[in-house]
C-alpha cells in the first residue's frame, strides 16, 4: 500500500524559504520519477517539480524556477523541495506523487502540507 506523506510548510513572509519533505511506506522511490504538485485556494492542482528515479534529473515549472529545487534521497526514500524566495502567489497546499514513465501522476495522494506566504 502507498501512503505518501508530506511535511514541512507553514507561514512565511515573502521572502523566506520553507523546506517540504515526503516520506513514503510501501514503494521506494529509487524506481520512481518523483514530482511535487500544488493546489492553490480555489484552484486546480498544478505541476510545480519532478525529478528522474537517479535523482540527477530535475525540470520545473516555469512560476518557481531558479527558487525551488527538487531533491532526493534513495537510501531513506525521501524526496524533498527547497523552496526560496517564496511569493504570495506560491501559497497552496503541496503534494508529492510518484510519476510514470511519462511523467505523469499516480493516483496517489497524501494529505498535502499548506504553505502560505503573506506580503
Known amino acids: 500500500q502507498v501512503q505518501l506523506a508530506e511535511s514541512g510548510g507553514g507561514s512565511v513572509q515573502a521572502g523566506g524559504s520553507l523546506r517540504l519533505s515526503c516520506v513514503n511506506s510501501?514503494?521506494?522511490?529509487?524506481?520512481?520519477?518523483m514530482g511535487w504538485f500544488r493546489r492553490p485556494p480555489g484552484k486546480e492542482r498544478e505541476f510545480v517539480a519532478r525529478?528522474?528515479?537517479?535523482?540527477?534529473?530535475?525540470f520545473y515549472a516555469d512560476s518557481v524556477k531558479g527558487r525551488f529545487t527538487i531533491s532526493k534521497e534513495n537510501a531513506v526514500d525521501r524526496v524533498y523541495l527547497q523552496m526560496n524566495s517564496l511569493k504570495p502567489e506560491d501559497t497552496a497546499v503541496y503534494y508529492c506523487?510518484?510519476?510514470?514513465?511519462?511523467?505523469?501522476?499516480?493516483?496517489?495522494w497524501g494529505q498535502g502540507t499548506q504553505v502560505t506566504v503573506s506580503s
Open positions: 506523487a510518484f510519476l510514470s514513465s511519462t511523467y505523469q501522476p499516480y493516483d496517489y
Open positions: 510501501g514503494h521506494t522511490f529509487a524506481s520512481y520519477g
Open positions: 525529478i528522474s528515479p537517479s535523482g540527477r534529473h530535475a
